[in-house]
């Protein structure tokens, strides 16, 4: 900016995300200012802070995207490293408490094994694929040294990469095993898309798309067995395909699908309709859903259209366009994508998955815009 002409093209194709959450920003702005202009039933605390459960509003939203832009700022690859493993570290702990809790029966340090630290499995869920998905980037494409030693002619190893990625498979098994306690289906769903992405991600890093889709079918095979032997595992999948087939026939019972969630996304999307431009507000349908859902729940269940809602179809466009642009930005630039940056999309990618099927809190909603701050890579040059 202060050694050149500043070029505003420039700095939109080099912080296309950053300028697109401001964006979706002010329209929440602009669709709190109609609801308070139609008379809101929130009081002041609530609109800035959230309510007491959601404890979502103007300040939290600001706080989210905040922490989307610091984390855009952090460029040196130790210490996205070194972040990395701390919240890697604090995962394995709680999983740990929670395999211990599963054997015992018990509860250890408040960390149950069923939810963790948090108010229900579902929530639980999400942060438990967010794992899943770091450490599995991690296992495929991690490199931490270049160093390698040579056992005999024309064969050398790497053991600084081997004994980490033990230590990744080590907990990632461990991650797997607490992933099925909390049986969210959400988070089963999220595992799924992540894997996919991982691996096609992985194999145009390497230029050998044909070996990574021979690859994503072979996974699909296992994936598939697994399904079919794991009772766990494959009752909520077979009682989704149920209720998808209860939905396209048009059945009067769909309205229950997906614990009612059906009910709720029809609802939601009704009162979309009425208002789509600007939309309720901040928590602007809550007492219309608590109303006439089936069971009393005041929130979507799905992020996306909860956001489109509230705040209007300009404002989840630009919400799910700075999504994106964070990985156009990581698909330019996946010849150097490291493998922290690499776990930090996967995560928020994860995240993302379940929002279809969860509601944004004030305790797992930040490790989206997190992770997804540090995946982000300049697609040119251009700095400020």
């Excluded at 890697?88 to 509860?107: E, P, R, S, T």
């Excluded at 070996?211 to 989704?240: C, M, Q, R, S, T």
Aim: aromatic share 18%; with cysteine; net charge positive.
């Amino acid at each position: 900016i202060f050694n050149g002409e500043f070029k505003i093209r420039k700095f939109w194709k080099s912080h296309r995300a950053v300028c697109l959450f401001v964006l979706f920003y002010v329209f929440i702005i602009i669709s709190t200012l109609f609801q308070l202009a139609r008379g809101t039933v929130l009081t002041s605390k609530e609109i800035f802070f959230g309510t007491d459960l959601r404890l979502e509003g103007i300040f939290t939203y600001l706080i989210y995207i905040l922490l989307f832009f610091m984390g855009t700022q952090i460029k040196s690859p130790m210490l996205k490293r070194i972040l990395l493993y701390v919240f890697l570290g604090m995962g394995f702990y709680i999983c740990f408490m929670c395999f211990l809790g599963n054997i015992n029966n018990a509860v250890y340090a408040g960390i149950y094994p069923d939810r963790g630290t948090f108010l229900n499995t579902n929530h639980f869920g999400y942060y438990i694929a967010i794992l899943f998905a770091c450490l599995l980037a991690l296992i495929i494409s991690d490199n931490i040294s270049g160093k390698k030693v040579e056992i005999m002619p024309n064969f050398s190893v790497n053991y600084n990469n081997i004994i980490m990625k033990a230590v990744y498979v080590i907990a990632f098994i461990l991650v797997v095993y607490v992933l099925i306690l909390p049986d969210a289906l959400g988070a089963y769903l999220a595992c799924a898309g992540v894997t996919v992405f991982l691996i096609l991600a992985y194999s145009l890093m390497k230029d050998k798309l044909k070996i990574g889709l021979i690859i994503l079918g072979a996974v699909f095979v296992v994936g598939v067995i697994v399904i079919i032997l794991v009772p766990k595992i494959n009752e909520p999948i077979y009682g989704l395909f149920g209720e998808i087939k209860l939905i396209l026939q048009n059945d009067p019972n769909a309205k229950y699908a997906g614990t009612s969630r059906w009910d709720l996304w029809t609802l939601t999307w009704q009162k979309i309709w009425e208002k789509p431009v600007f939309g309720w507000g901040i928590e602007g349908i809550t007492d219309y859903l608590g109303k006439h859902a089936l069971n009393g729940t005041v929130r979507t269940h799905n992020e996306y259209l909860q956001y489109w809602a509230f705040f209007g179809t300009p404002a989840i466009i630009v919400y799910v366009w700075g999504i994106v642009s964070v990985y156009i930005n990581g698909f330019k630039n996946r010849k150097t994508l490291s493998g922290p940056t690499l776990a930090f999309l996967a995560g928020a990618l994860a995240y993302a998955f379940n929002a279809f099927v969860g509601v944004s809190l004030l305790y797992s909603a930040p490790y989206f815009y997190i992770l997804l701050g540090l995946g982000f890579t300049e697609s040119s040059k251009f700095k400020v």
